[in-house]
C-alpha cells in the first residue's frame, strides 16, 4: 500500500488509475478504524479494482468545544489494517496540504445541513462536505462509500454530488454493531466500562420503537414516546434529539408511511453518540415494513 501526502502525488495516482480503466473506489475516513470502516473497505475491494481510502481528522467539521484536539489518532494500527484489507493507496495528507493559507472556499448544503446535527453542531455540514468535496475532486473516483450510521452526513453528501454534478456515486453502507447493539464509532473509546454498557441505550430504544412499529403504531407522537421513555431510564444518557424523519427531507413525519428514519444523539456522560434506524414499505403503498438497523 503506498503513503501518499500530497495532492499532487494522489491527482496524478488516481488520473493514472483512470487512464487504465481501473474502476476507482474511494473509503474516506478521520481513522481511528474499526470494523464499520472496514466493511466500507470491503465493499469497495468488491466493486472496484483500485481502492483508495483517506485518513483526514479534518479540524473544519469540528465546533470550537468540540473534541477536534483529542479525537482518537491511531494511524499506525490504521495502516496495518488497510494494508491487511488490501487497498491499494492511503492518502493522509497534513492540514496545510487540504487548507493552505488563504483557503477561502466552501461548500454548504442549505437546508438538510441546519436540522439535528447541524443545530447541534453549527458548521459542522459545512465542513464535511467541503473536505468530502475536495477529497472527490482530487481522486475522481467512480464510487465513493459512506457509513449509515451518519446518516444525515450520507444523505448531504448524496445531495451534493446531485447539486454539483459530480461524476462520483455515493455508495451508503449499512450500519456496523458491536453483538450487544452498539453502533461502531471512532467515539466509543472514549466510553469507560459503566458508560460502555450505558451505551447500548441508544440500540435498546430503536428496538422498543422497532416493536411498536412492527405491532401496527404510526403515530409519530407515540414513537417518540416510547424512545424518551426507554432513554430517560438510563441515568447516564442525556438526550439531544430523538426524532422520527422522513429520509429524503429529514424534516419530521406525523405518521409514518414513506422511507423515514429514526434518528437519535444521545450523550452518554461527556460522549456525544448518534444511532438511527432506517424504515422503509416492504413494497410502494404497503403496510408492511422493513427495518435496517
Ligand atoms: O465520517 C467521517 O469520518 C467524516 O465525516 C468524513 C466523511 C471522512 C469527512 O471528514
Known sequence: MEIIHTIAWMKEQARQARAENRIVGLVPTMGALHRGHLALIERAKRECSTVIASIFVNP???????????????????????????????????????????????????????????????????????????????????????????????????????????????????????????????????????????????????????????????????????LRRKLDCERLATVDYAEIIDSESFEPVVRLSEPSYIVLAVFIGKTRLIDNLYIEPKAPGSDELLFHF
Open 60 to 226: 473544519k467539521q469540528f465546533g470550537p468545544k468540540e473534541d477536534f484536539s483529542k479525537y482518537p489518532r491511531t494511524f499506525e494500527s490504521d495502516k496495518e489494517k488497510l494494508e491487511q484489507a488490501g487497498v491499494d493507496s492511503l492518502l493522509a495528507p497534513e492540514a496545510a496540504e487540504i487548507y493552505p493559507q488563504g483557503f477561502s472556499s466552501y461548500v454548504q448544503v442549505d437546508g438538510l445541513s441546519e436540522r439535528l446535527e447541524g443545530r447541534s453542531r453549527p458548521g459542522h455540514f459545512r465542513g464535511v462536505a467541503t473536505v468530502v468535496m475536495k477529497l472527490l475532486q482530487i481522486v475522481q473516483p467512480n464510487f465513493a462509500y459512506f457509513g449509515r450510521k451518519d446518516a444525515q452526513q450520507s444523505r448531504i453528501i448524496t445531495q451534493m454530488s446531485r447539486d454539483l454534478n459530480l461524476d462520483s456515486e455515493i455508495v451508503v453502507c449499512p450500519i456496523v454493531r458491536e453483538p450487544d447493539g452498539l453502533a461502531m464509532s471512532s467515539r466509543n473509546a472514549y466510553l469507560n466500562a459503566e458508560e460502555r454498557k450505558a451505551a447500548t441505550v441508544l440500540h435498546r430504544a430503536l428496538d422498543a420503537a422497532k416493536n411498536e412499529l412492527a405491532a401496527g403504531v404510526r403515530d409519530a407522537l407515540q414513537l417518540q414516546t416510547t
